[in-house]
Structure formats: C-alpha cells, structure tokens
C-alpha cells in the first residue's frame, strides 16, 4: 500500500543568507525574477501530477528561502495550479513559512485568501542582539506584530520557530526567550538547537560563545520542562503542540510518508505501485531550474532506494517522535517484516536506548534521545 502523499515546494530567495543557514537559498537583490519562477512552479507541479498519478495530496508546505517575499497573488497562483493539476484533499493543510521582516502590513490577510491554512514565522530569538548575530532582519516587536496580525487575519494555525544554545546565549537567556514565546500562546512551537552545518559561515568562521554540549542540554532539558508546563505536548524532539495542532506535513515526514518536490533544490521522495521507494532532487540553481521548466527538460534523475536501507530511512526519522512507532506502523510504510528490525532493537534496548510502552509501542528512552544518533546508528544496513 503507498503512503499519504505530500507536496513541498520551494522559493529559494531571501533578502540575505543567514550566516547558519544550510538550505537552498539565495539572496534575491532586485533583480530575482519572479514571474519566471512562478511560471516554472507551474510547470513541475504539472510534471508532478504526472508522476503521483492521481494519489490525492494531504498537505502542502512553502518552504524557503522566504516565500513571504512572493506576494499574495503570486502565491494563489502557485496554489491554483496545484489544484488544477493534483488531486488536493478538502481538508488539506497548507503551510506558509514567513519572515516577520519581510510582512507588509495587511498582507497576512491577503496570504489567507489565498488558501494558506497554517503559518509558520520564523523568529529565532526575543533578543535583540541574538536577532542581529543571527543576520536576522526582524526585530523582537515585528515577531509579535506578526503574530498578532496572524490572528486577526484568521489563521488558527500558528507556529513560531525559537533557536537555543546561540552564541553568548546562557540558561538564563533561553528561559527569558521561551517565556516570550510562551505568553504569545501560539498554537505550535518549534524548539531546536543551533547547528554549525557544513557550508555555512557559521561553520567556516564560529562564533564565539557557542554553549558546550552539557550547558546545550541544560538549556534544552529547562526550556522543554517550561514548555511542557505551559500546556505545550511534546510529540517529536524538538516540536510541541496545543490542542491537536501537530504538524501534519512534518508528521508525514517522520513516519516515511510520501512526498513530491517541487522547486529549485526541493527533495521529493515517492513509492510506486510497485512498492520501490525513489528519492529525487530538483537542480539547486533557481535560473538552471528555470530554466529547465521552460524547455521541458528536467533533470531530476530518481534514485532507487534499496530495501535493505528501509529500516535506517524509517528509524531515522520515527525515532524523533515521542510516542515512537509500533512494529504495525513499520510493516505497513516499509514493506518489510518485523524481523528486519528486532536485533537491532534488542541491541539497543541492552544499551538502554530503546523501551517498549504500554501500548505496545517502541520509543526512545530518556537517554535514547539525549543520544539519538547513536541509537537511529542501531539501525544502520
């Protein structure tokens, strides 16, 4: 049985690269043509229709970049093209990532016509001086004018992005920053640490004051325990939620589901009627994806992922979830039998990793997320 389908697609231009950041972005200047990207989304999601052959999308995410930098009308447009061309479900979540520094007033409103259902702001930090070591264009007070005018313009699905362990950042720090966010009361939180990835200038040239593992896992353990006292369920490593309002796009993701790309640099990954598992990638350059969209010619060769790899590729990501997976769950995304899994699960349950709850279902431990590398490497071919 295939999995639930998704849709990503990608705007790849910012108004400048944040110094941490690791996805496929550019910055835009005056000169990114955006009726030509526009134009080219239009042509892959059609493409894209050919390749899901009529399975019906249950969510759709606009990621970046900053899509916030398309105006409203640019992205109804995306949006109906989508409709036109792929089976979209009633009750489909649509997300919208967005910079507080890139709103214009009333806009949000604009977006929500539009069919974005849920929202997604990428605040960072409530401090000022983090904002600015971060390259954020934002201010502490755009953030809560952005949610504000979030609310007012509909949208009852809201998650705020807060980064911890930032450079000079100490525990007192991030629990002022979380207590910000907490009295905001978004619908959803994303939690998570800041990472030094490779090609970044982060990680050419590190900050100084970057937190040490042990005072990173303070911060994180006092600022999760904040959270969760606030009335926010924890259900993945760094995600919390009010009131079922889980992130289904992301949710998909981590339990293996499907999902088609669409954009310069978006990763798609699909299972055929036949139970083969692909992934698949667009060209990264915006003009060569552009490119390629006007001339018909795409190059996203698909690579086959082999079958004795599903277990890793499932564990990597359902290990993330705090109610884990039941051994259903596994069978049913990978095709595979238990079997596959219950040495690597009995190792790593020895090392103290890995627990089975009441309901029958596998989770990390305590300490199996504390090392979660160590233990999604139990389930390495």
């Known amino acids: 049985m295939q999995p639930p389908l998704s849709l990503y697609i990608h705007f790849p231009w910012c108004v400048r690269k944040c110094p941490y950041c690791d996805f496929n972005s550019h910055k ?12 080219a989304l239009a042509a892959d999601i059609r493409a894209e229709g050919d390749r899901s052959t009529g399975r019906q999308i249950t969510t759709i995410f606009l990621g970046g970049g900053t899509p916030s930098l398309f105006t409203p009308e640019e992205i109804a447009q995306v949006l109906k093209s989508a409709k036109h061309h792929l089976d979209i479900s009633p009750e489909c979540e649509i997300t919208m990532e967005a910079n507080p520094g890139t709103l214009e007033h009333g806009s949000l409103a604009a977006y929500r016509n539009a069919g974005v259902t849920r929202l997604s702001l990428g605040a960072q930090s409530f401090d ?24 007012a313009a509909g ?16 525990l007192a720090g991030a629990l002022i920053d979380v207590t910000e966010l907490v009295d905001l009361a978004p619908p959803h939180i994303s939690y998570y640490q800041l990472t030094l990835e490779p090609n970044t200038v982060f990680h050419k040239r590190p900050p100084a004051g970057i937190p040490d593992d042990e005072l990173a896992w303070t911060i994180q353990e006092r600022c999760h325990e904040l959270l969760q006292t606030a009335g926010y369920e924890k259900y993945e490593i760094s995600a919390f939620a009010r009131d079922e309002h889980r992130c289904r796009h992301n949710l998909n993701y981590w339990t293996f589901g499907d999902y088609l790309a669409v ?26 994806y552009i490119e390629e969209a006007e001339n018909n010619h795409w190059k996203d060769a698909a690579t086959r992922i082999k079958a004795d790899e599903f277990g890793f590729e499932f564990m990597l ?27 690597p ?11 089975q709850s009441v309901a029958g279902r596998w989770r990390p431990t305590a300490t199996g997320f504390r090392f979660l590398n160590d233990l999604q490497a139990c389930f390495l071919p």
């Open 28 to 39: 835009a200047g005056d000169s990114a043509p955006r009726d030509r990207y526009v134009a």
């Open 128 to 151: 000022a001086n983090m904002l600015k070591v971060l390259g954020r264009i934002h201010s502490p007070d755009d953030i809560r004018s952005a949610y504000y005018e979030a609310l």
């Open 155 to 170: 949208f009852a699905s809201i998650n705020i992005d807060l980064m911890f362990a930032l450079p000079g950042q100490d």
């Open 263 to 288: 954009g310069a640099g978006a990763h798609g990954k699909l299972t055929d009627t036949a139970g083969i598992v692909w992934r698949y990638r667009k060209a990264a350059n915006p003009l060569t």
């Open 317 to 343: 990501n359902a290990l993330r979830l705090t109610d884990g997976f039941s051994e259903a769950d596994f069978c049913d995304r990978t095709g595979l039998g238990t079997g596959a899994i219950l040495e």
């Open 345 to 355: 699960i009995r190792r790593a349950q020895v090392d103290g990793l890995i627990e």
